[in-house]
C-alpha cells in the first residue's frame, strides 16, 4: 500500500503507515503520485480543534483501488474534547475497524 501524504501533515501518514505495518502490509509513503505497483493508495482526512490543547477531533481513512480511485473500504473516528484520544488511538481505531468489517 501507498499512504499519500496531507502536505501539511507531521505525524498522521507516519501512524497509518506503522498501524498498516504491524497487519503485515508492505507501506510506502509520499506526497507525490503513488508508484505504479501498489495494490492499494491509503488517504486520509484529519480534523483537528481546539480546546485547551489542540486534538484531533476526526480522523476519515480511505483504502482506493489506485488506477480507479475507487474506495475499497472506509473508516472514520469521531471524538469530542470529552473522549479524545491520541493521534495513535485515532489511527489504531480506524485501521482495526477496517480490518474487523473486512472479516
Do not use: C
Request: proline fraction near 6%; avoid cysteine.
Amino acid at each position: 500500500m501507498y499512504v499519500k501524504k496531507i502536505p501539511e501533515d507531521d505525524t498522521t501518514y507516519s501512524l497509518l503507515a506503522d498501524k498498516l505495518r504491524s497487519k503485515g502490509v508492505n507501506v510506502t509513503t509520499g506526497a507525490e503520485t503513488p508508484p505504479a505497483d501498489v495494490d492499494a493508495v491509503v488517504t486520509y482526512i484529519d480534523k483537528w480543534m481546539w480546546d485547551i490543547t489542540m486534538y484531533m477531533l476526526e480522523l476519515t481513512v480511505f483504502i482506493r483501488e489506485p488506477k480507479t480511485d475507487f474506495p475499497l473500504a472506509v473508516g472514520n473516528s469521531l471524538h469530542t474534547s470529552l473522549t479524545r484520544l491520541s493521534p495513535k488511538e485515532m489511527v489504531d481505531e480506524v485501521i482495526d475497524n477496517i480490518y474487523k468489517e473486512g472479516k
